[in-house]
């Protein structure tokens, strides 16, 4: 296999994270608005959007397996990645727009439309999720270099949250306002037209230093990657849990500022709330990460997560100053516990090469994309069984009720949440002594089989 390079030019990090940052303008998008379009602009009951979003997401969170294993396998001249992004992003635009396309004024082919458009968003998406993730595996052999490249494409990802929440809502103003289904599908428009063209830059200039075997790998074999790593077993559990806080809160965003603070332009404030958290808390990452052990300081990361997270819900969430500084808190605890985990994630799949003879970043990263949508699928549920308990209809006039039920979801579940994450990662020993000497030997293994 040769000499591996390790070194990765800090134009392609730029890139990398553009990619990503293109991904999330039309994953957040999506996670922000498609429930509040179906509801509130469709006038699909909220039962009915709640099951469809949901039944959309467990079978996109079941593809996510078998999109990694077709990765894996996956042998050509762009490499086992680069090839999903150059050729399957511009798919990905086209779905997203015509999931807020719905022209239909009869009640069941409305539906209908809004299930399948959402249905095949979701398988689409995932067969360029996995692989620009899984990329950040295979840049170099180095771990400070994966871990840079993973803080650059957290950063990018960020950014994508925040103009997705900054700039949304002054869109849709732009062509009639958030009651406006033309202004939804300009939005989706821009968004997704944005996406899709740096995901494809992305996987025309990135590179994949860490080759595949030439063999691929069978399904019996490549499932080992899962069932008989212990560390990634205990980490998915981490990451679901993770993946879940954020994706509640976006879930209920909208609804938090209409209902809780009484305008949707404090979407914007609670985006720049959160970019300047996560941003200062991906900054941090990789000096915590130098210094201190990955393990130790995830479960410190949590405790104090849980603790800020909690606090505006009992002193007065009805005020946005104390709510936006909190949120941005707990967005700064969240973008260090982000980081980690991922970096952690990379040592699993060293580990199960190290274990296995063969390297499977796609089935690993699709455990991350899974735990992602299935936090995201609990989220919807939630939300969704909490619309119907506040008895919440579109055009709902504010009450006390609503705002109490929207910032126990923004504020409390969030700070359980974090409590829980801390118990797998108690259990995690996959340190760095044994990490480094794994990785030791895993040179020697590719440098004599080159």
Known sequence: MGKIVSQVKFSEKITYSTGILGQNLIYNLMAMYILFYFTDILLIPASIASIIIIIASLWDAVNDPIMGMIADNTRSRWGKFRPYLIFGSFFIGIITVLNFSNGFTNYNSKIIFAAVTYIFWGMIFTSCDIPIWALSSVVSSSS?????QVTFGKVGATIGVVISSVLSVPILNMFGGERSSTAYFYL??????????????????????????????????????????????????????????????????????????????????????????????????????????????????????SVVSAIPYFIDYSNVVLGLIFIGLSFL?????????????????????????FRSEGIVFSMNTFLTKLGATISRVILGISLVVLKYVENAPRTEKLQSGFSFMVFIIPSIAFVLAIIPIYFYNLDEEKLKSIKSKLLERRDNNG
């Open 144 to 148: 400070k270099q994966r871990d840079q």
């Open 188 to 305: 989706a428009l821009i968004f997704a037209g944005t996406g899709c063209l740096l995901m494809f830059i992305t996987g025309l200039f990135s590179r994949e230093r860490i080759k595949p075997n030439k063999e691929k790998t069978p399904f019996r074999e490549n499932i080992k990657t899962i069932i008989y790593n212990k560390p990634l077993l205990l980490l998915m559990v981490a990451l679901f849990v993770v993946n879940f806080i954020n994706s509640i809160r976006q879930s209920v965003q909208i609804y938090f500022a209409v209902y809780t603070w009484g305008d949707a332009n404090y979407m914007t404030l609670i985006g720049l709330s959160l970019v300047i958290g996560m941003l200062f808390g991906m900054i941090l990452s990789p000096f915590l990460l130098s210094k201190y052990k990955k393990r130790s300081i995830y479960i410190i990361t949590c405790i104090i997560a």
């Open 333 to 357: 605890f969240s973008g260090i516990a982000m980081i980690v985990t991922t970096s952690m994630l990379m040592d699993t799949i060293d580990w199960a090469e190290y274990q296995n003879n």
